[in-house]
């Protein structure tokens, strides 16, 4: 994540002198908190716990009896 973060901050900041620092380590920072987010719930033992309760009322109501 670090280094999709300083590609990016790279990519966006290459030539441009007139803003400050501050302003290039907003952009990669929201980056890399959004992959780790993602990366996060789509692991079982994560910080975010999501439980599919709509797809487990949907397969209880497809269930053949």
């Known amino acids: ?9 790279l990519l966006v ?4 002198r007139r803003m400050h620092t501050r ?3 907003v952009l990669p920072l929201a980056v890399s908190i959004l992959v ?3 990366a996060d719930i789509d692991s079982r033992a994560g910080l975010i716990d999501v439980q599919p309760q709509e797809l487990v009322s949907l ?6 009896q």
């Open 36 to 38: 780790f987010l993602v």
């Open 1 to 9: 994540m670090a280094a999709i973060a300083i590609v990016y901050n």
């Open 59 to 64: 397969y209880q109501s497809l269930k053949v």
């Open 13 to 16: 900041g290459y030539g441009s």
């Open 23 to 25: 302003f290039f380590l």
